[in-house]
């Protein structure tokens, strides 16, 4: 079982920056493959960012790309989505997800495990 707690949403303008983290519970923290979800207002959710359980490896969505940045400290059993740029079609509630088998993943049906999400609000 893991408990994932995300932070660091708010309100910001276009062209800022604002980093979330998401705490993990839990002692197999780093074999866990960690990904970044959103879901804007009337939207279906979304892949943001995934990351493997080693850090090696990073994945991330067109619209993101270039701008986003998912990193992960297993001693701190936390991962980070870096944003950059923001816009305000970036707008949304931002969720951190884990599952615990294979490869990382762009479809949200492999997570097992979700936080509540944060919020974040980029306007122009």
């Known amino acids: 079982q893991v408990q994932l707690v995300e932070s660091g949403g708010g309100l910001v303008q276009a062209g800022d920056s604002l980093r979330l983290s998401c705490a993990a519970s839990g002692r197999t923290f780093s074999t866990y493959v960690m990904g970044w979800f959103r879901q804007a207002p009337g939207k279906e959710r979304e892949f943001v960012a995934a990351?493997?359980?080693?850090?090696?490896?990073?994945y991330y969505a067109d619209s993101v790309k270039g701008r986003f940045t998912i990193s992960r400290d297993n001693a701190e059993n936390t991962v980070y989505l870096q944003m950059n740029s923001l816009q305000p079609e970036d707008t949304a509630v931002y969720y951190c997800a884990a599952h615990g088998g294979g490869a990382p993943s762009y479809s949200d049906s492999a997570y097992d495990y979700w936080g509540q999400g944060t919020q974040v609000t980029v306007s122009s």
């Open positions: 990351i493997s359980w080693t850090g090696s490896s990073t």
